[in-house]
């Protein structure tokens, strides 16, 4: 018989979609900062086609490279979001799922509305990148994302409302196996449709469309964070009295994208009060907000990374017999530790005037973050060979 770990569907193959998303948007960080845009905050498709007319050869070649990235990623982000939506319904109607919904891993459902949220945010990416005009009709788009985002901000509440009145209402959460930060999960879900929702804040032209933008990413915001410290401290009492759970031990990295959303969040929502509300965060203001963020990451990097070497988490499920759909979850700190540099040197050490745009030091930090970028596509590659691809023979398992 032959078997591939996606025919063993869980919810948690969202993340693939999620990760392909990211990678996206960390080839968007490439036009962001390296193309011109002098008239907008964020580089359209007429910018992109006047700094390949007259840039250089090397201009060019980071341009077409940019573009391929996004496409490429885009559609499989696409692909695999079409694909668990697919086959959710069947999960939801399989003898299994009640006790799956009736157990801690029911939050584990918040993955599609944190897929979709990002596949919104992607889908963003691919109109400013590739579709000429776009910004003379975008003000009319607005509106459209801030629905679409409230909307499956509303369906992330009603799983996360579904999972408390169940556990606070007649118990049965299960303490001792919560013993990792899979509890962050519905966090990320509400951070990610946060930072969509902060988006008109930061780009429209409008007042009230970026008063309603900074308004409703603050409440999804503030209920991100709550959700975040309180699965921070149960978890790491769990831990410390049961050990991490060995499955979910990617999620001690958990924290690093909410960080990254969390900061891009307030960047956009720090834009938006400038042009609209008069109020002024200096360069300093965000060197240091960036830096501080960007600390706690590598803390917990660090951290996540130890108890994973300690685990033996890549002998078993990465490269052993006990392939899992967690491990989709190691893409998105991978991710989050490249964009975020991104904005800590163009945003914080750029703008500060520590270091020099387009120098030796500018180009030292981003080889980083290209380095993570790099390390991250071919880790996504890898994973989606090992669930998706070509079925193997059961002795072909067993003699690897």
């Given amino acids: 018989m032959s078997t591939r770990p996606a025919e063993r569907y869980a919810p948690l193959y969202f993340l693939a979609s999620l990760g392909a998303g990211g990678l996206a948007v960390t080839f968007f960080m490439w036009l962001m900062f390296w193309v011109p845009h002098p008239e907008r ?36 982000n696409l692909r695999y979001l079409v694909w668990n939506l697919r086959q959710l319904p069947a999960f939801r109607r399989a003898e299994g799922f009640a006790a799956f919904s009736s157990s801690n891993a029911e939050t584990q459902l918040l993955a599609m509305p944190l897929a979709l949220a990002m596949s919104v945010n992607v889908g963003f990416i691919l109109g400013l990148v590739f579709v000429p005009g776009l910004w003379n009709v975008v003000e009319y788009l607005f509106p459209l994302a801030l629905v679409a985002f409230l909307a499956i901000g509303v369906l992330a509440f009603r799983m996360i409302g579904a999972f408390l009145g169940r556990v606070i209402g007649a118990g049965g959460f299960n303490c001792s196996a919560n013993n990792s930060y899979a509890q962050m ?76 959303v969390a900061g891009i969040l307030m960047l956009r929502q720090g834009h938006g009060l400038h042009v609209h509300f008069d109020t002024h965060a200096t ?20 951290f996540g990374l130890f108890v994973l070497a300690r685990v033996g988490y890549a002998a078993r499920h990465l490269f052993g017999g006990q392939p899992s759909p967690g491990a989709y979850a190691l893409v998105c700190p991978g991710v989050a530790l490249s964009v975020m540099p991104d ?31 790099v390390a991250m596509i071919a880790l996504v590659v890898f994973l989606n060979r090992q669930h998706f691809g070509r079925p193997r023979t059961a002795e072909a398992i067993a003699a690897e």
Avoid at 283 to 302: P, W, Y
Avoid at 346 to 371: D, E, H, P, R
């Fill in 343 to 373: 904005f800590w040197l163009n945003k914080g050490l750029v703008a500060a005037g520590l270091v020099a745009q387009f120098g030796t030091a500018y180009w030292a930090i981003s080889a980083v973050a290209v380095a993570l970028q």
């Fill in 41 to 76: 905050p964020v580089p359209i498709f007429e910018d992109i086609a006047a700094a390949f007319a007259s840039g250089t050869p090397l201009m060019q070649g980071m341009i077409v490279a940019a573009m391929a990235g996004i496409a490429v990623f885009a559609a499989l």
């Fill in 283 to 302: 360069s300093g203001d965000n060197l240091m907000m960036l830096t501080r963020i960007l600390s706690v990451q590598a803390l917990f990097a660090v």
């Fill in 185 to 260: 999960l519905p966090g990320f879900a509400l951070a990610m449709v946060g930072v969509g929702l902060a988006a008109p804040a930061a780009l429209s032209a409008s007042p009230l469309l970026a008063g309603i933008s900074l308004v409703t990413s603050t409440f999804f915001l503030a209920a991100a964070a709550l959700i975040v410290v309180l699965a921070l401290v149960l978890g790491t009492r769990s831990m410390l009295e049961n050990g991490v759970a060995s499955e979910a031990a990617p999620t001690l990295l958990v924290l690093i994208p909410i960080l990254t």
